[in-house]
């Protein structure tokens, strides 16, 4: 029943928040961005898009790199794809279950 | 194949799934309501028991699942309302969540498309876009549909 993956746990927590899905919006574009670059976007503190970005970094969506003084984040796509590959497999799950519910019903008397 | 549809739009508590089955709608309704019947095409071939079912306008159920390391998932609710051959209201709690309360409610509403076809419409309704969130965040299956949208809207922007 529970399909438990901390993985996925993460990519979930990271995919439940509004800003954290706008952040990584931004970033589907191809861009590299610095924290202080997204903080502007956003009405939040450079410590609070710190803290979102340190979620997206544990759910390996973003990774980070020093690049003089500034933080850059850049993202890894192919975590959102891994993800939507599982979903895929769990749809079907789904579509599995029904299906058994079809020869349930079907087989009754 | 059943053809299922999700929908869980963005910034709402509810998440809406409809399929339609090649069975007529009383056989359909019986598969779902009744405990046998259910236990056979609702486990995904963990282990898979039934404390109580009690299918019945104020009646309750209590299952547990345990995964392949041995840890156990519970889920109870009360049974709001069985319409026979109409709709079935429940809620449905998830008993590992550190905080008590966090309880949705379901409506699975039945509909006969032909003599063998049987359309079934399931509405969960959270507490709030938080609570449908975090059933993301702990992993339930509802919750695992709940973000399709979110990821696929990431994917395809």
């Known amino acids: 029943m529970v399909e438990y993956n901390a993985q996925l746990d993460n990519i979930f927590i990271s995919l439940a928040d509004p800003t954290r899905r706008g952040i990584l919006g931004r970033l589907m574009q191809g861009e590299v961005l610095s924290i202080g670059e997204i903080a502007k976007h956003y009405n939040l503190t450079f410590a609070a898009i710190s803290k979102h970005i340190k979620v997206l970094e544990k759910a390996k969506l973003v990774t980070k790199q020093k690049r003089g003084l500034h933080q850059m984040v850049t993202i890894c796509p192919e975590t959102l794809h891994d993800a939507d590959k599982y979903l895929k497999q769990y749809e079907a799950l789904w579509k599995k279950r029904f299906d058994r519910l079809e020869i349930v019903a079907n087989s009754q008397e | ?157």
């Open chain 2, 1 to 157: 194949m059943a053809e299922v549809s999700v929908n869980a739009t963005p910034n709402t508590q509810n998440i809406d799934l409809v399929v339609t089955l090649k069975a007529p709608l009383e056989k359909v309704f019986k598969a779902y309501t009744e405990k046998d019947q259910l236990a056979q095409w609702w486990s995904q071939g963990d282990p898979f028991d039934f404390d109580y079912y009690v299918p019945e306008t104020g009646g309750k159920w209590r299952y547990v699942t345990r995964d392949a390391d041995g840890n156990e998932f519970a889920f109870h609710g009360c049974i709001h309302e069985v319409a026979e051959n109409e709709r079935l209201i429940q809620t449905f709690e998830f008993e590992g969540l550190p905080e008590k309360g966090h309880v949705a409610l379901e409506r699975a509403d039945f509909r006969a498309v032909s003599d063998n076809e049987t359309e079934i419409k399931i509405t969960s309704t959270f507490q709030s876009v938080e609570d449908r969130d975090g059933m993301i965040a702990s992993g339930m299956e509802k919750g695992f549909r709940a973000s399709i949208d979110a990821l696929s809207e990431l994917i395809e922007a």
